[in-house]
Structures are given as C-alpha cells and as structure tokens.
C-alpha cells in the first residue's frame, strides 16, 4: 500500500506560504513597535523642550525684588503754622518683597524721611534676606520733627492743612537661584505721603 508523502509539493507551498505571512506578520509588529517608540521619543523630547522653557521663562528668569512702606498708622500729629513747627508719629513696615524662586540677600541700608529735600530722619534696614516668593518685613516706629529745618515754606504749607512729606531708600543685593546663579539686583523706593491736620490722618501715600 502507497504511502503519503509529507513533503509533498502541496503541502510544501502551504508550509512555505505559512511561514511567509508569519514572517511578514512578524516584520509589521516590528515596524509598528519602532513608530510608537519613535513617537514616544519625540513625545519626551518635545515635552522637555516645553519644560525647559517655561523653566527658563519663569524659574530661571531673575525679576527685581521691590521695597515699599506698608500702611501707615498715625498716632498723633500736630502742627502750628505760626511757629511753624510740626511734630508726628507714626507705625508702619519697611517690606521687601521677592518674587524670584530663590532668595534675595540684600545688604543694610537706611530709609530717609525727608521735607521738601531736608532729612527728618533716617531708619537703619538691617543686613537681611528675602526668602523665594516671600516678603521681609520690619515693623518701624517713626518719629518726625521740623527742628532745625531751614525751609522758609513751611508756615504756609501747614496753613494749607495739608503736611507733605517723601521716603526714599536703596538696597542693593543678590538673588539666588538653584544655588549656582547669581544675579546683582540694586532696588530703590521713592514714597510720597501726605498728612491732613485736620482729620489727623494720612490722606494720600504712593511709592514707586
């Protein structure tokens, strides 16, 4: 009795035909595994390039902290224009507020009251630091005097009912970021501050 032969030329082009289309099947999961991991790559790069931007527009980016007077609050005023003399204290807070993600080390300093371009006083700023998005503040007792002023204007400037006044300061210092960059960064402040006499309270104050 015959026998069938297994490597027919029928069964070997089945086998043959198998063998391709596992090969191709095979070839493809290969080729569609190398387009994700190719997408995935451009994905993660494209989304570090986003990162390191941003970082470099807002972390890294160095801003100039600023120096302003907080709210005043008076506790006596008085004033005679016939004098003229004038006498005034007041509480408020020296504040230095940074907004840079790492600290500003500034050196000590002095803020100037001043009348008509004539000191009244002077407020020593300690040797300090501003933490990363953070305000130092001073609270600071002020008492302000027109002894010894030479301006000839006074009397007809309280008789006005109005006293007007600036504080001015300078700080000079450094931010730091990532604990490696360091940036100089000098700041100043201008205030102008008028008081009523009448009502006994300040009626106006900009810094700049």
Known sequence: MAEANPLSPANANLRSDHEAATLQSQAELKRKKRIKV?????????????VGTVIALTVMRVKTPRLRLGEIK?????????????DLNFTTQIRVKNTNWGPYKFDASNVTFEYEGETLAQLSIPKGKAGMLSTKKYDVLVSLNS????NSNLGSDLNTGVLSLTSTARLTGKVELMMVMKKK???GMYC???FNLSTKQIQFMKCD
């Open 38 to 50: 190719g997408i995935y790559v451009t994905v993660f790069v494209v989304v570090q390039i986003i």
């Open 74 to 86: 008076l506790q006596n005023i008085t004033a005679v224009p016939a004098t003229p003399s004038f």
């Open 147 to 150: 002894k010894g002023l030479k």
């Open 185 to 187: 960064k000098a700041i």
């Open 192 to 194: 102008r501050l008028e």
